[in-house]
């Protein structure tokens, strides 16, 4: 279900900001909604509301009305296509079968993953950077965001991760957060040589909860890059410092 809220008042804020939760009525879930109000896990308001009503958001004297509601609302992304300019990429496809039917056609962008459906099933697409393999299997176990309270504002992402190689029999969970990458396989010594594969965020999808998108290093010659600055630095230091005098 999709609540179209306007949120009006002044504009100081409190100390502490409540935790607004809305959701469909229990008794009558096509017409009507409830709303909890909690701070700090406390709930001290709840009440039942339909299109029009107003009620307070308990942040500062502020209060919120239901503009709207429509219990079989859905979000969906759709691409349009527009004229053919220099540079823009995308193309248009669709699934047919041998015997000549063909599914509807979808626009398909870089980086975004389009579903094509046909009548015997559907397939995922998606194109853009060349796919490097991996020598394990990763698997998202839970992505969470969480929300600065009061707000729709993340203060972190948080994926739990399964890695799995089978050729060596190594299964390992790890989380990655922001600014705290997952790391596989781990120990200090693959720290060390730059063995270690470190995930960390790199996009999201708030529409859909389920999926996360993670970027890759992998870089075994960083200690060698470390080394060669470090030579360059001692090799400045002995050019000024430890000149020899001429006589």
Not at 1 to 8: D, E, Q
Not at 142 to 171: A, H, M
Not at 204 to 212: C, F, K, Q, S, V
Request: hydrophobic share 40%; with cysteine.
């Amino acid at each position: 279900p999709a609540v179209l809220i306007r949120i009006v008042g002044p504009g100081h804020d409190g100390t502490k900001q409540p935790l607004l939760e809305i959701a469909p009525a229990s008794t009558d879930p096509q017409h009507s909604l409830q709303y909890q109000l909690s701070r700090g896990g406390i709930v001290y308001a709840t009440g039942q509301l339909v299109k029009g009503s107003s009620f307070a958001t308990g942040w500062a004297d502020w209060k919120a009305t239901v503009l709207d509601f429509i219990p079989s609302a859905s979000l969906a992304m759709r691409l349009m296509p527009i004229s053919q300019a220099p540079g823009s990429t995308g193309f248009q496809a669709f699934l047919q079968s041998p015997d000549g039917a063909r599914g509807p056609s979808e626009w398909i962008g870089p980086g975004v993953v389009t579903t094509l459906f046909h009548r015997d099933g559907f397939v995922r697409l998606i194109y853009g950077y060349e796919i490097q393999p991996l020598p394990f299997t990763v698997k998202l176990n839970k992505f969470t965001v969480p929300r600065y309270e009061g707000t729709d504002t993340p203060s972190n992402y948080i994926s739990e991760l399964v890695f799995q190689d089978k050729k060596n029999s190594i299964l390992k969970e790890a989380v990655s957060k922001m600014n705290h990458p997952a790391s596989f396989p781990g120990g200090s010594w693959a720290s060390l040589t730059g063995l270690n594969y470190k995930f960390s965020q790199a996009q999201w999808n708030p529409a859909d909860l389920r999926e996360t998108t993670l970027q890759v290093l992998y870089d075994p010659g960083w200690l060698l890059k470390w080394i060669g600055s470090l030579g360059i630095c001692i090799g400045i230091a002995v050019m000024f410092y430890f000149t020899p005098k001429r006589s």
